[in-house]
Nanobody
Protein backbone atom coordinates (compact mmCIF):
# COMPACT_ATOMS: atom_id res chain seq x y z
CA UNK A 1 0.00 0.00 0.00
CA UNK A 2 1.38 3.37 -1.09
CA UNK A 3 0.13 6.87 -0.35
CA UNK A 4 1.43 9.84 -2.33
CA UNK A 5 1.21 13.57 -1.63
CA UNK A 6 2.25 16.28 -4.10
CA UNK A 7 3.59 19.72 -3.24
CA UNK A 8 5.46 22.62 -4.83
CA UNK A 9 2.83 24.01 -7.18
CA UNK A 10 2.09 27.70 -7.51
CA UNK A 11 2.18 30.76 -9.77
CA UNK A 12 5.26 31.37 -11.90
CA UNK A 13 6.11 33.72 -14.79
CA UNK A 14 6.78 32.41 -18.31
CA UNK A 15 10.39 31.31 -18.60
CA UNK A 16 10.59 30.62 -14.89
CA UNK A 17 11.23 27.40 -13.02
CA UNK A 18 9.40 25.30 -10.47
CA UNK A 19 10.11 22.01 -8.72
CA UNK A 20 7.33 19.65 -7.74
CA UNK A 21 7.76 17.02 -5.04
CA UNK A 22 5.87 13.81 -4.41
CA UNK A 23 6.32 12.17 -1.03
CA UNK A 24 5.33 8.51 -0.82
CA UNK A 25 4.69 6.18 2.08
CA UNK A 26 5.13 2.42 2.17
CA UNK A 27 8.04 0.01 2.30
CA UNK A 28 7.75 -0.99 -1.40
CA UNK A 29 8.39 2.47 -2.87
CA UNK A 30 11.55 1.41 -4.71
CA UNK A 31 9.79 -1.15 -6.96
CA UNK A 32 7.25 1.31 -8.36
CA UNK A 33 7.45 3.25 -11.57
CA UNK A 34 6.71 6.86 -10.64
CA UNK A 35 4.85 9.13 -13.04
CA UNK A 36 3.82 12.75 -13.31
CA UNK A 37 0.55 13.47 -15.12
CA UNK A 38 -1.18 16.76 -15.75
CA UNK A 39 -4.69 17.85 -16.65
CA UNK A 40 -6.10 21.22 -17.73
CA UNK A 41 -9.80 22.13 -18.12
CA UNK A 42 -11.44 20.45 -21.10
CA UNK A 43 -8.50 18.13 -21.76
CA UNK A 44 -7.70 14.54 -20.88
CA UNK A 45 -5.07 13.72 -18.32
CA UNK A 46 -1.71 13.23 -20.04
CA UNK A 47 1.54 11.61 -19.00
CA UNK A 48 4.28 14.20 -18.59
CA UNK A 49 7.22 12.18 -17.29
CA UNK A 50 8.02 8.74 -15.89
CA UNK A 51 10.89 7.12 -14.03
CA UNK A 52 11.28 3.40 -13.37
CA UNK A 53 12.76 1.65 -10.36
CA UNK A 54 15.98 1.44 -12.36
CA UNK A 55 15.83 5.20 -13.01
CA UNK A 56 15.09 4.91 -16.71
CA UNK A 57 13.14 8.02 -17.77
CA UNK A 58 10.59 8.98 -20.40
CA UNK A 59 9.08 12.37 -21.29
CA UNK A 60 6.25 13.77 -23.33
CA UNK A 61 7.51 15.52 -26.47
CA UNK A 62 6.02 18.81 -25.29
CA UNK A 63 8.26 18.94 -22.20
CA UNK A 64 11.39 17.13 -23.40
CA UNK A 65 14.46 19.25 -22.78
CA UNK A 66 12.66 21.45 -20.25
CA UNK A 67 11.48 19.04 -17.53
CA UNK A 68 13.53 16.54 -15.54
CA UNK A 69 12.13 13.74 -13.39
CA UNK A 70 14.23 12.20 -10.63
CA UNK A 71 13.79 10.09 -7.51
CA UNK A 72 15.43 9.77 -4.14
CA UNK A 73 14.64 6.28 -2.88
CA UNK A 74 16.20 6.96 0.51
CA UNK A 75 13.60 9.71 1.04
CA UNK A 76 10.72 7.95 -0.76
CA UNK A 77 10.35 11.04 -2.93
CA UNK A 78 10.08 11.79 -6.65
CA UNK A 79 10.70 15.24 -8.14
CA UNK A 80 9.76 17.08 -11.30
CA UNK A 81 12.07 19.97 -12.13
CA UNK A 82 10.32 22.28 -14.60
CA UNK A 83 12.39 24.88 -16.44
CA UNK A 84 11.51 27.43 -19.13
CA UNK A 85 7.85 27.18 -18.22
CA UNK A 86 5.22 28.20 -20.74
CA UNK A 87 1.56 29.21 -20.31
CA UNK A 88 0.64 25.91 -21.99
CA UNK A 89 2.13 24.10 -18.97
CA UNK A 90 -0.67 25.44 -16.76
CA UNK A 91 -2.50 22.44 -15.29
CA UNK A 92 -3.09 20.37 -12.21
CA UNK A 93 -0.15 18.02 -11.82
CA UNK A 94 -0.68 14.55 -10.36
CA UNK A 95 1.81 12.08 -8.96
CA UNK A 96 1.23 8.40 -9.70
CA UNK A 97 2.88 5.21 -8.45
CA UNK A 98 2.48 2.16 -10.70
CA UNK A 99 3.45 -1.51 -10.32
CA UNK A 100 2.76 -4.30 -12.80
CA UNK A 101 2.42 -7.74 -11.22
CA UNK A 102 2.07 -11.04 -13.16
CA UNK A 103 -1.76 -10.97 -12.97
CA UNK A 104 -2.55 -7.52 -11.68
CA UNK A 105 -1.61 -3.86 -11.76
CA UNK A 106 -1.46 -1.39 -8.90
CA UNK A 107 -1.95 2.38 -9.11
CA UNK A 108 -1.81 5.01 -6.39
CA UNK A 109 -2.65 8.66 -7.01
CA UNK A 110 -2.07 11.92 -5.23
CA UNK A 111 -4.65 14.71 -5.02
CA UNK A 112 -2.80 17.02 -7.39
CA UNK A 113 -1.08 20.39 -7.18
CA UNK A 114 -1.93 23.46 -9.29
CA UNK A 115 0.72 24.98 -11.55
CA UNK A 116 -0.12 28.31 -13.18
CA UNK A 117 2.24 29.97 -15.67
CA UNK A 118 1.25 33.59 -16.30
CA UNK A 119 2.77 37.05 -16.57
Amino acid sequence: QVQVVESGGGLVQPGGSLRLSCAASGSSFTIYTMNWYRQSPGKQRELVAAITSGRSTNYADSVKGRFTISRDNAKNTVYLQMNNLKPEDTAVYYCNAHWTAPRNEYDYWGQGTQVTVSS
